[in-house]
Every structure is written in structure tokens, then in C-alpha cells.
């Protein structure tokens, strides 16, 4: 094995080893928190998966046990306390003593039989010796990850100047305005100007394109710089299995991002095992079916527009859709209403559910249901799209479509609530106009036909959270998303037309945004949200169960406007998100004051407020209210900490319909008086 | 220092520079102790302030874009030369009233060594010198998580602001968490 992949094994370990460590200490400080266990369980999943691909056995075997034991306490088989995360750490730091050591070029000191076997039985007394991990980095950082750095830095410059290039290109558009609007003997001369200024501003557009490509061609990457381990990975796993196995690879010399092949990796890694372990049938198996006794397994890639289309396939047995729709039912994932009007194509997406698998028997190597899901994540991270093709008995396909780069988009631009979105341009299928009357219900939602295909219609602006345009139009523009299977249509303002977008990050001070994954910045020098596509189909899903649940009143033309008076923001937010969840508008005052001034601007259907505030208190909100013509019949709900009966009767008496006291306070009891009062 | 030559006497110089020397430096603490240097602005009607050295710079409130599904506080995010940058609407935090940001409102850019962030403000007035002899700390455990105290200037008072701890405040992260 060359040392240019154990280098790169060993900076792909060091990320795992960081994640896995900063994940198991989070987990030791709430171990309650089990959806974490899952993305543990990835990283020691992945990690084994590149050190078998490697040929690094010892790390396989040390994550391997780890990831049998993070298994069992995802099961709830085996507990999550201080001594099993000590074990797991302990592992990672083993993990972490070989590489560094194997960077070295030394042998590590360490025996993984014995320290498997007393991992194993939990008794693992000698401290794993902590490595000193700092030299271990400070030798790989002079090799390329400084340059790699002002590479992006250059790539981002160049992304700020197609930015100014479109502030040009609309201060030309605000010149012929101007232009027009003058006497014509005075407007020859700007038009002359204009027209000046134009071929120069293309002739920058021009060098900027060139600049541009000359930099990411920097940053790309042909698919050759990840694909060369590969062949030994589908030969060992082959062997191991006793299978005849070929890889065949088209189109190495296919470049793409960097940032992007990183991604990509792991997904091609967990591919081709399935392809290996799930779709080859064994020799005798093969020749039993009147195949060759050899598998192929074919590992493509090629340009299609400006997308990237990067395919695993095999000859092997294909995909059972019955038998994945059995494995869902049996797991719960889908119940047999579900499987019964679900089309064989669709179920073969049910694989992408976590924790998902059909295999019969879990081996050390796949049938974990650690495989698709992980795919289907990254690539997510990586905005591409995913389809699966299969025939039963005869071949699987999955089809990877990427974007080039990460840094500059295709984007489509619409308005929705008032601001700006970008969409990139992989997740859109069509653009339509639909008239009123082709919506029709179909149990607690809006479908439209696309193509005569019934496709669920969502109001984007609502799936947001922004204010709806309340626009009677003829015609409504609506956006046709796809993501793998699946297609949702949304209602937008307007649609302005596609555009290349420069991506920037939001921000350290944006942790985790649902539903946004940058920004950019448009002509005017305002920024446009770029939505996360696959945010919105996760909304609409958990939108679709909730909506069947409670009914479709849900769904109603008008939403009802709450106030919420509070002084503390807690208090404020947890009974605004409450409210939101249910469909009502919620606006919200800090003080009576601010409650008295904001009735005063617009209409509610009925007001929440806390007793005790700075200034006025609930009591003479609700009595001023009652006094003007406006909100003398507008419900009023008073929460407050204050139990006593005699501030109950004060309550009433100021004019208040409902009392709830904060300790009692419960979501539903919320709810349930805002739902009596308003419906 | 001395002037005149004839009165040349090095003990009463040496004992001239040293009073200089000691006055100098008594003058130099009490100035220390006295004037906090700080960016004095409006929020929710009141007069607040805090160290310039939080402070980055002060500018015209841009468009704000908002941003869907996130809390109340982040008031939207604007292009700060390149930078997308939050806006932030602290007022709520601070137990204040929301009058709207006219057309005197601005945003205050201030940073922690984590993120760049901006503060929408009703008015700014300027970086003053707030005397510290009038200051009165505001009570231990007091309900006013990020009020450090407050100056009483002949004016009337200014609050000041626990910069710090409202930028270490997991609240205005989105995400956090």
C-alpha cells in the first residue's frame, strides 16, 4: 500500500477519531440523548470501512468492537454510562496510537489481539497510551492543507467579484432607466456611454468566467484521486465472501471539487459493500441462474449538464421490492396500509431509512443498516440527488447526481413572503402555472397533477414561517421539487428566473438552520437565503403525519392571529412555537404596553398575557382593552404564576375568558383553551 | 524645570521630579478609575451603553433579509462587505419594550471571538466618557442577566451593558445546541 493512502486514511481517521470523541463527550454529559449513538455508530461504521479498504486490519478489528458495543446501547442492550464511554474512548485513542504511528513509519506499540479481547470484556485496564496527537498533525499540515486554504480563500475572492459584476450589470440597467428618461438629444450621449460602459463590463464578465474556472480547476480533482483503493476493497470483500468479483471503472479521469469528493468517498464506499455483499450472488448461485460465475460491479462517472452523474451498479440479484416492504413492516418503518398502495419503486426507498436493512444475517462487514442512509445523508451534504434503479434477478443501479462545485451554484430564483430564495437547481424538476381551480384536496392536504402525476402541494411561505401574500391572482406560480423519489410542489410568489449564485456560509453565529444551507448575494449587494431542499421534504413529511392526526382544520383559508403578552422570553417563545405549530400567526408584545400599541395597529383574534409585567399588569391590559370598541369581545386568556382564587376572580372581572396557571401549564391545556375560544 | 540657574540646588529638583513623578501617576489612575470609555445609544427608549472596545462600528440599518425558522431575536441577516451577518433585535432579552427603528435607528457591529454580530439600536449618541464615581453595580443575581449597572450622569442614567455575557449567551446562536 502506498504511503499516499495511508496518509489520506490517516487525515479521513483523524476526523472520525475528533467526531467520535467530541460525540462521546456530549453523550457522557447527556446520555439520554440516544439519537446520538446513531451518527457515533456512522463514524466507527465509516472508519472501519476505510481501514479495511486500506488493508489495516487492526484498526478494522478495534472498530469493529466498537462499533458492536455502540450497536448494543443503541439497541438498549447495553448500557450508556461512564465506563462504556470510557471503553469507546479508549478505543479511539487505540485507534489513534496507530496512525500516528503507522505516519511515523513505526509499528505501533500496541497489541490489538489482547486489547480487543479486554475491550471485549470491558476490562480494559491498562490506559490506552494517549499519543502525542499533536505531532502527528503538525507533520501533515505542511503537505497541502495551508494551500488548500488560500486555494478556497482565491475561490471565494473570485465569488466576491462575480457578486460586484452583478452589481454592475444592475447599475447598467438603473443607466438605461435614467436614459430613457430624459430628453432624447441630452440621452444620445449617456446612451452612447451606456453601451461603452456595457462591452467593457462584458469584457470583465468574460476574464471573471475564465478566472473563475482556472480556480476551481485548482480545487477539482479527478474521481481517480479517491477511486484507487477501491479495486482492493471489492477483491478482499469478495474473497472474504467467497465470491467472484470484478470492479470495472469508466471515467476516472472525471474531475469534481474536492470538498465534494471528500463527501463522496464514504457514500462509494458503502455502495460498492452492498454492491459486493447484497447484489453478487455467490458463484453457484450465478451459474445456477444461467449467469457468468463472475460479478461485475461497475463503478462509473460522467458529465451531464453541469452536473456530475456518478453510478454504482452490479449484475448481481437486484433489489426485492417485496422483501424490503416485509423488512419495513417488520421494523415498523411503514405500516401495511402504507405497503400495500406503495409502488415497487418506491419501496425501494424505504432502504433509506435508518437503522434499515434487509440482510439476513449481520456480518462484520454490511447488513448493519449503517449503509444507505449514510448515503442518502451525504449526499444531502453534498446537494445532489440519488435514484435507484433495479430489476429483480438481474441488476441494481444507483445514480449519484452532483453538483461540480459547492462554491458556485445553479440556482433558482423565486420570491416567497416577501424576500428573495435561491433553490438550487438539481432539486428542481419544473416550473408551473396552476389555476385555482386544478388544486383539489385529497385528505388534509392540496395536490396538484404535474404531469398526471398527483404530487402534494405545500404553501412554501407557510412551510417557512413567513407571512403569506395574500394574492388573488389568476394563475399561482408553483415550483416542482424532487429529491430521490420523491416530488413535492410549492407555492411561491414569483419566479425570477435561474441564475449562477456564489454560496456563502451564514455564519458562525448560524449553528444548524433548518431549511437554509447559505446564503448569497444578489445584484442590489442584499443577500438571498439559499434553501435546503431536502429540509423541505422532511417538513412536509412530519407536516402530512400531523396533519392526519388532528384533523383538517388545520388547513383552514384563514389562520387565526394570536398575541402572546409576556415579559419573559421564554415564557414568550414557548407559547408562540406552541401556537405556530398549530397553524396560528403569533405575534408577540413584551409588556402591556407594547400589547396595547400592537392592538391598536392590527387586528387579533385573541390574546394571551401574563399577569405580573413591568408598566401595566394583565389585569388593566385586559380592562383597557375591554374598553374600546375593537377588543371588547376579543378573547383573552390570562397565564399567570399567580394561583390564588382571588386572582382568578380579578381575572373574570377585568374581563378575561380563561385562566391558566403557569404550574399547571401544559402544551395541550394551551391548546386545548385557544382551540375552544377560536376554534 | 527649574528656570533659574543660580538656584541650582539638585536636592529640591530631585524633589520636584519626584512629586511630579507621583502626581503624574496618581492622576494617571484616577483617570483610569474614573472614565469608561463607551458607546452610548438608545434601546427600547432608555439610554444603555457599553465598552467601545466591543464595538466594531456603527452603520445605517441595510435591508434585512429574514431568516425562516429561527427565533424571534434574529431580526434578519444583512451583507456586511462580503460577510452575511445577523441582526439582532436584544431588546426582548433585556425585558424592553419594541418601539419600531426609525429612521435614527442603526446597527451596532460588535464581535466576540466567535462571530461578528449586529445589534439594532433605537439612536447611537456617540462614544462617550462615563464617570465611573457615579456608577452603581447592579445587585449580585440580580434578574437582569446582562446589566453590569448603571452610570448616573447629570442627565439623567445610563445602564450598562454585560457585553460579554450577552455574546456568550447560547440564546442568540441559532442551533445551538
Known sequence: MGSRYLEIFCREAEEHLASLQSGLLVLERNPERSSLLHELLRNAHTLKGSARMVGLSDISAITHTMEEQLKGMERGERQVDADAIDLLLKGADAVALITSALLRGEVPDLDVERFVAEYDRGELTRPAPSETREAAAEQQSETVRANVKTLDHLVNLIGEMIINKKRLEAKLLTLKEIAASLPADQAQSLTLFRRDLEEDVLYQDYLIQELHEKAMALRMLPLRSISDGFERLVRDLAQQLGKEVRLQITGHGIEMDRVLLEGLKPMLIHLLTNAVCHGIESPHERTAAGKPREGVVSLSARHEGRSVIVEVADDGKGMDPARIKAAALAKGVIDPREAEAMGDEEALYLTFWPGFSTAEIVTDISGRGVGMDVVKRNIERVKGNITLTSEKGSFSRVTLQLPLTLSVIEALLIQCGGEDFAVPLNYVQEILKVRPEEISVLGAGEVIKVRGVTTPLYSLAAMLELPRQTKSCATLAVIVLKLADQRMACLVDAHLGSSEVVVKGLGKQFRNVRFLFGATIMGDGNPALILNVPDLFSAAANDGRRATRSGAELDEERRFKVLVVDDSITTRTMEQSILLTQGYDVVTAVSGEDALQKCADEDFDLIISDVEMPGINGFELTRALRESERYREIPIIIVSSLSRDEDKRQALQSGAQAYIVKGAFDQGMLLETVQMLIG | ?177
Open chain 2, 1 to 177: 524645570m527649574t528656570g533659574k540657574e543660580e538656584a541650582y540646588d539638585i536636592r529640591s529638583i530631585l524633589g520636584q521630579m519626584r512629586d511630579e513623578y507621583w502626581q503624574a501617576l496618581s492622576e494617571e489612575e484616577v483617570q483610569a478609575r474614573e472614565v469608561l470609555e463607551c458607546l452610548v445609544f438608545t434601546l427600547g427608549g432608555e439610554r444603555f451603553a457599553f465598552e467601545t472596545q466591543h464595538a466594531c462600528e456603527v452603520i445605517r440599518v441595510p435591508k434585512l433579509i429574514r431568516v425562516p425558522a429561527v427565533q424571534t431575536l434574529i431580526a434578519g441577516i444583512f451583507n456586511l462587505r462580503g460577510e452575511i451577518t445577523a441582526a439582532m433585535d436584544i431588546r426582548p432579552m433585556l425585558g424592553l419594550a419594541q418601539p419600531e427603528i426609525g429612521a435614527a435607528g442603526r446597527i451596532v457591529v460588535v464581535k466576540s471571538d466567535r462571530f461578528a454580530t449586529g445589534i439594532l439600536i433605537e439612536a447611537a449618541h456617540g462614544v462617550q466618557g462615563l464617570c465611573c464615581d457615579g456608577f452603581e453595580p447592579a445587585m449580585a443575581g440580580g434578574a437582569k442577566r446582562f446589566v453590569r449597572g448603571h452610570f448616573n450622569e447629570q442627565d439623567g442614567s445610563i445602564i450598562l451593558l454585560d457585553m460579554e455575557a450577552l455574546l456568550a449567551a447560547p440564546e442568540i446562536v441559532v442551533g445551538e445546541g
